[in-house]
């Protein structure tokens, strides 16, 4: 019997992304997003969802996407890692489809050299990139992300 695993897909432009629906949380409405000083350039900054200080990771700029400003009608993706809860910002949530784990072409079989995208799902309306949420920082963004973290958390106990 074939596994299958449930897919939210979202979209950045005309590009259509995934990650497992077991990872993510929910999606919002994007709200002003607070600037974190020493944060790596791929980090917005951070919002409070529900009282926990959350950072915001541009897509687009890891995509290599052309930024642009956050928009009113934009969403915020709020998905879990191993290491902690993030949110990126992306322009729609197109929904949730279900594939069979053979529909998925793996990124080292097609030599697709983006360690953020895991593999690819192909559809009949065109591809679907699936995001590895685990490797979107590097190890440098990740140890600076950390330094960010613990000088606002210190900054705000004064």
């Given at each position: 019997?074939?596994?299958?695993?449930?897919?939210?897909?979202f979209r950045l432009d005309a590009g259509r992304y995934?990650?497992?629906?077991?990872?993510?949380?929910?999606?919002?409405?994007?709200v002003q997003i607070t600037p974190l000083p020493l944060?790596?350039?791929?980090?917005?900054?951070?919002?409070?969802?529900?009282?926990?200080?959350?950072?915001?990771?541009?897509?687009?700029?890891?995509?290599?996407?052309?930024?642009?400003?956050?928009?009113?009608?934009?969403?915020?993706?709020?998905?879990?890692?191993?290491?902690?809860?993030?949110?990126?910002?992306?322009?729609?949530?197109?929904?949730?489809?279900?594939?069979?784990?053979?529909?998925?072409t793996e990124s080292a079989k097609i030599e697709l050299?983006?360690?953020?995208?895991?593999?690819?799902?192909?559809?009949?309306?065109?591809?679907?990139?699936?995001?590895?949420?685990?490797?979107?920082?590097?190890?440098?963004?990740?140890?600076?992300?950390?330094?960010?973290?613990?000088?606002?958390?210190?900054?705000?106990?004064?």
């Amino acid at each position: 019997m074939t596994e299958t695993t449930q897919w939210l897909v979202f979209r950045l432009d005309a590009g259509r992304y995934a990650l497992p629906l077991r990872v993510v949380d929910r999606i919002v409405r994007a709200v002003q997003i607070t600037p974190l000083p020493l944060a790596p350039a791929i980090v917005l900054g951070a919002i409070d969802v529900a009282g926990e200080i959350l950072p915001v990771f541009d897509v687009r700029r890891r995509f290599g996407l052309p930024e642009r400003a956050l928009d009113p009608t934009d969403q915020f993706l709020i998905a879990r890692t191993t290491r902690r809860t993030v949110v990126l910002v992306i322009d729609a949530a197109q929904g949730v489809m279900e594939a069979p784990d053979t529909a998925v072409t793996e990124s080292a079989k097609i030599e697709l050299q983006l360690e953020h995208i895991r593999g690819v799902i192909a559809l009949p309306d065109g591809l679907v990139l699936i995001h590895d949420l685990e490797q979107f920082l590097s190890p440098e963004e990740a140890g600076a992300l950390e330094r960010a973290v613990r000088h606002d958390e210190g900054s705000h106990a004064r």
